[in-house]
């Protein structure tokens, strides 16, 4: 845990934390955080700050949803058999699509198995879908902090199996009021067209109830609601 902008932080030099298995996926996005022991059914956890100035928080992605400080211990955080413990830390994005195996395609390469066969889609009575619809889990600044950041994120849409694939570059900046988010979405590559097209839905965490500014639809998502806004240059 502790490295890049956490090395100073001492606390990730404990024996507690370097014996652990606690990691990040995505350095400074997601901490992992694991119960390995027969009957280990909760555990305390470590939130690494990047320096004593560090205001950013983190954001327990299960129920009960808290919000902690970094650079705290976290006691008794649930670490049950069905998931691991999860913490996003402020200024993360999260790319997700449907909950299904899915083509980038709807024709081409990469609706081929690696013999060549046609893959059937659910319609055709196989058992996968079209990549049609994209979604953001953003992790802003909480309502109530008092210095608000603005954040960026960058991610790639490709067909997933081309050598050399055509891309489109996703970059998307977000920052947060007491009352909304706001949220822009630009593509600045777009070689590559998506099945979902450009319309991206962002979701905020749980507990929150802003709204994203600008957003032309809604749907459910997770508890919460879902925002629809549209890439640029897509």
């Known amino acids: 845990l502790g490295w890049g902008e956490f090395a100073s932080d001492p606390e990730v030099y404990k024996k507690e934390v370097l014996e652990g298995f606690d990691y990040w996926i995505g350095h400074g996005q997601l901490l992992s955080a694991g119960a390995y022991h027969e009957g280990e059914h909760s555990r305390r956890v470590y939130l690494p700050a990047a320096g004593k100035d560090d205001t950013k928080v983190y954001y327990d992605t299960n129920a009960p949803f808290h919000i902690h400080s970094a650079g705290k211990w976290v006691e008794n955080v649930s670490t049950p058999l069905s998931h ?10 999260v790319p997700v699509g449907l909950p ?3 083509l980038t395609q709807a024709d081409g390469i990469a609706t081929l198995t690696g013999s060549g066969t046609k893959i059937l ?4 009575g196989g ?6 619809w994209r979604g953001v889990e953003l992790f802003p600044s909480p309502a109530d902090a008092d210095k608000a950041g603005t954040y960026e994120y960058t991610w790639i849409e490709e067909d997933g199996v081309s050598a050399k694939p055509a891309v489109a570059e996703i970059k998307l900046e977000f920052s947060s009021s007491k009352d909304e988010v706001t949220v822009k979405a630009t593509a600045h590559k777009n070689d590559f067209k998506p099945l979902w097209g ?3 839905w962002i979701s905020l965490p749980r507990p929150d109830t802003r709204k994203v500014q600008g957003a032309t639809k809604t749907m459910p998502y997770k508890g919460q ?5 549209t890439v640029a240059g897509l």
């Open 100 to 102: 299904k195996v899915t």
């Open 198 to 200: 450009n319309t991206l």
């Open 225 to 229: 609601t879902a925002y629809a806004i």
């Open 121 to 124: 889609t659910e319609q055709e």
């Open 84 to 93: 691991f413990a999860l913490f996003a830390r402020e200024g993360t994005a």
């Open 127 to 132: 058992q996968v879908v079209h990549d049609e």
